[in-house]
């Protein structure tokens, strides 16, 4: 490590409630500082599950995407089965979840429901809202040694199922999911990726996978909890919006949920608790335009707060993780 990656491990600010912060001098030219400190981003993150670096002066796709591919250094995952649609800026660099601006958005693991997911995120804000709308991280060790003991026992256990149904009136299509409507190609694509599958009567695609909901750190060792399971559960939803889409798809076509790995439902109650939790342990700090957020995303957990104006925030995934390299037991 060079001595000016030494000091830039010095350099960084940890306050309570907070991201660690890194103040940065980019001349001008941050994907030239970014492969000059690439070693030294990454043992932050890699000691602290994030780092938020501040002075890049991000100021559009282009400067994002060099500093990513630089920080990834392995290149970048394509974005499989988004849950909402992206605008995709490059290959593998994609705006944020397109969410109400005006509801929560949980947290989550990014595609904690694959058989591979991303080691890291990258996020880089074009433009910061005029109010509200963090990237906001939680330590995913924390949180389960938080949850009550019977719940996360019962998950590691049982694993969980998430069950969606592609509609094309709301969330992601089939054809935007899985990059083709093709019905041969997105079997292939389920029998591949251990994802049970069946076509309804109106043409429409519903999917089933069970997963693991805890998993070992594979490079720290520490169990994690590592899911989905309050996310994408429809007692997340606002009661409204719920309603709404029970009203019109009946309560087993939703367009996601999630049940115990057994088959039993998850009722609000438990969805509240992991929620509760989460939010205990939530570290935020308002971005400015031109940041640059990287989150371990097997340890730490992200989310995004409502927000007021427009707000540009691009994301990548890199290192990828398989899932059979970090299960605490086979299910």
Known sequence: MTPSSET???????????????????????????AEHRDALRALVAGHGSVLVRGLGLTDPVLAEGVFRQVSGDGLMPDQEPFAPR??????????????????????????????FPGLMLFACLEAPATGGATCLADAAAVLDALPAELTERFEREGWLLTRTYHDEIGASVAEAFGTDDRAAVEHYCRTHAIAWEWQADGSLRTRRHRSAV???????????????????????????????VDVYGPDRLPFSTRFGGGDPIDEDVVRTVNEVYEAHTVREPWRSGDLL???????????????????VLAALGGPVRRTDCETRTL
Not at 16 to 26: I, N, R, V
């Open 8 to 34: 830039l491990l010095a350099d960084v600010a940890l306050a309570p409630g907070s991201p660690p912060l890194l103040s940065a001098d980019a001349a001008g030219d941050p994907a030239h500082w970014a």
């Open 215 to 245: 998993v070992r750190h594979p490079v720290t060792g520490h169990r994690c909890w590592f899911n989905q399971v309050a996310f994408l559960s429809e007692w997340t939803m606002d009661p409204e919006v719920r309603a709404y889409l």
């Open 87 to 116: 605008r995709r800026y490059a290959d593998g660099v994609y705006s944020s979840t397109k969410w109400p601006a005006n509801q929560q958005m949980c947290m989550h693991h990014e595609l904690s429901y694959a058989l591979e």
């Open 294 to 312: 990287l989150v371990d995303n097997i340890r730490t957990a992200h989310s995004r707060e409502p927000f007021d104006g427009p707000r540009e």
